[in-house]
């Protein structure tokens, strides 16, 4: 008994779908994350610019540092940084420029995010989202060979020809 009818339908353009589609996820979720973080407001009041990020991640900071063993240094640290790491880590891993390296960086941002949430008191349902997008990243790692729809697969396939 064979099993032609799935085996031979479309190659391997399943991983390199799967690929594009984990791929995108994760930088559209690291890109919007910081995003938000320059957003104030809500609705129609809603502004995106400098001068929100602070009244955005300040907060953020002290909760850490009031409800976790963390240093309130390097809370602040943490948040005066995160909301610029995110969006270029996004951008990078969205488009597919040495894409392993792009999907370390966002597995390397996801874990220093559930670092931080785990050091606070109740962290059951972030943390779980947290190791999620942990394993979202895995799976777009493993499926990088098949990265045909990435800025990588593209200029390979223009060297090769």
Do not use: Q
């Amino acid at each position: 008994m064979s099993d032609s009818s799935s085996s031979n339908c479309c190659g391997n353009s399943g991983y390199a779908f799967a690929h594009l589609l984990l791929r995108l996820w994760v930088g559209m979720r690291l890109f919007m994350a910081g995003l938000d973080k320059f957003r104030w407001g809500n609705g129609a009041t809603t502004t995106f610019g400098l001068e929100n990020y602070p009244k955005k991640t300040e907060p953020l900071a002290k909760l850490m540092a009031d409800n976790s063993f963390l240093p309130e240094a390097a809370c602040k640290g943490f948040a005066a940084s995160i909301g610029y790491v995110l969006i270029p880590v996004g951008i990078w891993v969205a488009i597919g420029i040495c894409t392993e390296f792009g999907l370390l960086a966002a597995g390397l941002v996801f874990l220093a995010l559930g670092f931080g949430l785990a050091a606070l008191p109740d962290d059951t349902e972030v943390v779980t989202n947290i190791g999620l997008s942990v394993l979202i990243v895995a799976a777009a790692l493993v499926t990088s060979k098949a990265k045909t729809f990435s800025l990588d697969g593209i200029l390979a396939r223009k060297k090769s020809a």
